[in-house]
């Protein structure tokens, strides 16, 4: 089992900029993907943002070309940029490992990200 611990949220004005990391207990190598998934107040939980092994990404339409996510697998870590936040961007954070043959995926605890003036 790998733990997957969250940070970098906090509170940001809008327009501001966040960045994310999640560093895994083990290798983040040998899963499918890594991804970031959101849940605001009162919703459900959505995608945000994948990246596969090989470096390929892919985004909700909603954080096109505002938030960036990437990865260094030497240090078991996975980000997310996010730039030009805005209110609709407030929710917990979470970082998930995508796993093969259907597995269920690892979570982990989430952070916070709120933005207001």
């Known amino acids: 089992q790998v733990q997957l611990v969250e940070s970098g949220g906090g509170l940001v004005q809008p327009g501001g900029s966040l960045r994310l990391s999640c560093a895994a207990s083990?290798?983040?190598?040998?899963?499918?993907?890594m991804a970031w998934y959101r849940q605001g107040l009162g919703k459900e939980r959505e995608f945000v943002a994948r990246i596969l092994g090989y470096g390929v990404t892919n985004y909700a339409d909603s954080v096109k070309g505002r938030f960036t996510v990437s990865r260094d697998n030497a240090k078991n870590t996975v980000y997310l940029q996010m730039n030009n936040l805005k209110r609709e961007d407030t929710a917990v954070y979470y970082c998930s490992a995508e796993r093969y043959a259907f597995k269920e995926p690892y979570w982990g605890q989430g952070t916070q990200v709120t933005v207001s003036a």
């Open positions: 083990g290798s983040i190598v040998g899963f499918k993907a």
